[in-house]
């Protein structure tokens, strides 16, 4: 099934509201296959954010990113990269509408709460990225029979 890469960043680390925003990926009925906290370095913020480098507050990204350590998630679900996004909410927190992760917990431009993956194409790249094959698990979860139809669950 469709894999994802979730980054919990430093601000929710430092909010305490990790469990609220994992708490949504589970409610939601998303599989957990991979999670590990890490410190990131300039070297994989700078391949991960490689669209933004060149922009004036790449600075102020790196430092916000490295004021904590991440969580990394990848997820598993049924069109998980479009659902994480839409849970996730526009980048902008004061324009994320209420309801979203951004839209109930940021205020911010910066500070984002989450990073999802954009497309099916990056989150492949991106769960290679931060993951190895031997960290991706698999297991059966037991609600799977409840959250999909037969034809859904393949
Ligand atoms: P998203 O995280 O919604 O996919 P982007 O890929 O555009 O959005 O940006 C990646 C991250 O870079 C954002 O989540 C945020 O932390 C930071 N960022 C984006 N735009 C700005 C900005 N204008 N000023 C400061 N930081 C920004």
């Given at each position: 099934m469709e894999k994802t890469l979730v980054i919990i960043k430093p601000d929710t680390i430092n909010r305490g509201l990790v469990g609220e925003v994992i708490d949504r990926f589970e409610r939601k009925g998303l599989k957990l296959v991979a999670m590990k906290m890490q410190h990131l370095d300039d070297k994989i913020l700078e391949e991960h954010y490689a669209h933004l480098v060149?922009?004036?507050f790449f600075t102020g990204i790196k430092q916000f990113m490295q004021r904590a350590p991440s969580i990394l998630i990848v997820l598993e679900g049924r069109r998980v990269v479009e659902v994480v996004r839409k849970l996730a909410g526009v980048t902008e927190g004061t324009e994320a509408m209420p309801g979203t992760i951004r839209g109930d917990f940021s205020l911010s431009v910066q500070n984002t709460i989450i990073h999802a993956s954009d497309s099916v194409e990056s989150a492949g790249k991106e769960v290679e990225r931060f993951f190895t094959?031997?960290?991706?698990l698999e297991w059966d979860k037991i609600d799977t029979e409840v959250i999909y139809s037969d034809t859904e669950k393949e």
């Open positions: 060149d922009k004036p094959k031997k960290e991706i």
